[in-house]
């Protein structure tokens, strides 16, 4: 895994403007939802740093957020170029409100103990691999380049989740245990990640970009055949969270908020 995100090479420039289309509004929209579920996510991985299990897991994990982050400073750059605000990536990530953000709850949940980490990582990685190899078959030129590369690099996220949840259930007896409690903390937020609204079925029915709902059943494939060779089973959550793309989070979110906008809310417009 490298150090620096492969996707921000294809990071777009700040051109004049981008000619307006149709679907202007609702892909802006798309795009800042995957960018927050990005941001969030990378957000989260970052209160790992120093505190992770071991020196080696320090690196991967902060890795992992730089890698997320890059994705979040492409996809908001382009949300902000077709909403007509004029905002830019830091306008969007620093200068929104918690009601603004519309990403996943899952990505938005805490770290819990270093298994429960591992489980939404599997959730997440296993859905944005799947989502993204969508994406680079999409007609936009631009946002197709960044699927392609966007699979790629979770890819080894993928990897790094799905050996850690083999390595915690086919551990000790507690590991296993932990691991167990954390895919049920995890799952009822994973239906999300499939949901669709009319902002989506717009964009897939144009063919502009792909409907994350086709993709649950090879997504549950995979988790299944992941956790099963771990000596262990999917759970069957008697409830599904929703909401986050509409702006309504989880109360842990205010302070994951709080301490990603801190700075740039105690010195506005300041530079470095």
Avoid at 135 to 159: N, Y
């Amino acid at each position: 895994m490298s150090t620096t995100s492969d996707v921000t090479a294809v990071r777009p420039g700040r051109p004049p403007g981008e000619t307006p289309t149709a679907a202007g509004p609702d892909l802006a929209r798309y795009l800042t939802r995957l960018g927050d579920d990005a941001l969030v996510l990378g957000q989260r991985l970052c209160q790992w740093i120093t505190r992770a299990p071991t020196v080696d897991e320090d690196l991967a994990l902060s890795n992992i957020a730089l890698d997320l982050i890059g994705h979040a400073r492409v996809l908001l750059t382009r949300a902000g170029r077709l909403d007509g605000t004029g905002r830019t990536e830091d306008d969007l990530a620093y200068a929104r409100s918690e009601r603004e953000f519309t990403n996943a709850l899952l990505t938005e949940l805490p770290n819990g103990d270093f298994a429960v980490t591992v489980a939404r990582q599997l959730a997440y990685t296993h859905y944005a691999v799947l989502h993204y190899e969508a994406l680079a078959h999409c007609p936009d030129r631009e946002l197709a380049a960044f699927g392609a590369r966007a699979a790629k690099e979770v890819a080894f996220h993928r990897l790094h989740a799905d050996r850690w949840t083999v390595t915690l259930g086919r551990g000790t007896a507690e590991s296993a245990r932990r691991m167990r409690h954390a895919l049920e903390r995890v799952w009822p937020y994973t239906g999300e990640l499939f949901e669709e609204d009319d902002v989506v079925r717009r964009l897939a029915a144009s063919g502009t970009v792909p409907s994350p709902a086709p993709l649950r059943e090879t997504w549950l494939g995979r988790i299944t055949e992941v956790v099963t060779g771990a000596g262990l089973a999917v759970p069957a959550p008697t409830w599904s969270a929703t909401g986050g793309r509409t702006g309504l989070h989880t109360e842990e979110f205010g302070p994951l908020l709080a301490e990603l906008q801190s700075v740039r809310r105690q010195f506005p417009g300041g530079t470095w």
